[in-house]
């Protein structure tokens, strides 16, 4: 097992980071002012952003677009081990992802389409989610149930000749607010709910955001941060009709849909919640050898350098785990790996939290502040502890799978 960066992982790392460099960092302070425009105008939802649209038009033109998909599907053909570096940078510096395509849960969406798709759901959805064009929501938390537990979603899916209807409530599908969302990957029960395997009574289909009986409730915040211009909403779903041809799959194939797509979303987290907690290191780091309450620096104190002690370590342990996972994806597949994926799934969201808290305590009154980027971070990072599953979901796994190699054998009658 080797995790020294490849030369091509060193060249992919050094464009991305010329990039970034020399576009997002300067970019980050109007897109900021950008937004707090829109704003003061109660029109934090405008689908016209000048920022990210000028940076998108440069990271197509310096061939940095869709990274995440292989050669065969429009990608760059990096393997989750070569991409997850890449990845890291992208959460050091966040407009990053969206600016290369590569943000979620569009990057779910279209590993889902490309899959499963037919070509005509590839013209009409998949093209223009490359292109940049539109973006797009997955839908499939419920605020009815313990999301935790997918097999109690209630939504439905009922075949009706050569349609579905859709009825349902959902929240946290993230970009639904955004204009710019014009179709949604949709997660419930269809006429399998009988099947006495409740993993195989759900199902995926595709649902245009335009459709008659979508309607989006309400937009939700995290920790007061609307997260404009993507967001979060809760959207119902009434006598919603689509054709049966937008099912993917089939029947009660959603859980087999939903493993796929979450592996590599999770690496994907995970890498980027350790470029956040660098870019706090950094900052932490800077702030520590400036400020001198009570005649001493802060880089002076013991606190503070067993602080940046412990982050450091923190992160290097977190990225290490990380890359091992990514290493097992790419030669055990998404099933194999489901333990290593699980255990990075609780250590890096705990980790960022603990690391940017620091940070944030260091900086006081502007650590919460919209002066520093660590507030933002510290909410996104929090929210990772239960989003693709809660850290309490993956640690009962991971125990029971280390418990399953002590128990005696079964033997059969």
Known sequence: ?????????????ERLMKFVTE????????????MEANRAKGNQWNPTHEVMDGLKAKARAAGLWNMFLPASQHGAGLT??????????????????????????????M???ERYGTPEHKEKWLKPLLAGEIRSGFAMTEPDVPSSDATQIQSRIVRDGDHYVINGRKWWTSGAPDPRCK?????????TVDDPSPHKQQSMIIVPMDTPGVKVERWLSVYGYDHAPHGHAEISFTNVRVPADHLLLGEGRGFEIAQGRLGPGRIHHCMRLIGGAERALELMCKRALVRKPFGKLLSDQGVWR????????????????TMNAAFAM????????????????????????????WAIQIHGGAGVSQ????????????????????DEVHLNAIGKSELAKYMAPKVKA
């Open 1 to 13: 097992m080797n995790f020294a960066p490849t030369p091509k992982m060193l060249e992919w790392q």
């Open 23 to 34: 576009n997002v960092v300067p970019a980050e302070p109007l897109f900021r002012k950008e």
């Open 80 to 109: 989750n081990l070569e991409y997850a570096p890449l990845c890291e940078i992208m959460g050091r510096y966040p407009l990053t992802s969206e600016a290369m395509n590569c943000s979620a849960p569009d990057t779910g969406n």
């Open 111 to 113: 590993e889902l389409l």
């Open 183 to 191: 179709v949604l990957i949709f997660m419930g029960k269809t006429g």
């Open 306 to 321: 067993e602080r940046i002690a412990h982050s450091r370590i923190l992160i290097d342990q977190a990225r290490l785990l």
């Open 330 to 357: 790419d030669t055990k597949g998404n099933k194999g790996a489901k333990n290593e994926i699980a255990m990075i799934k609780v250590v890096a969201p705990q980790m960022a939290c603990q690391v940017i808290d």
């Open 371 to 390: 002066d520093t980027p660590l507030a933002a971070a510290y909410t996104s990072a929090r929210t990772i502890r239960f989003a693709d599953g809660p």
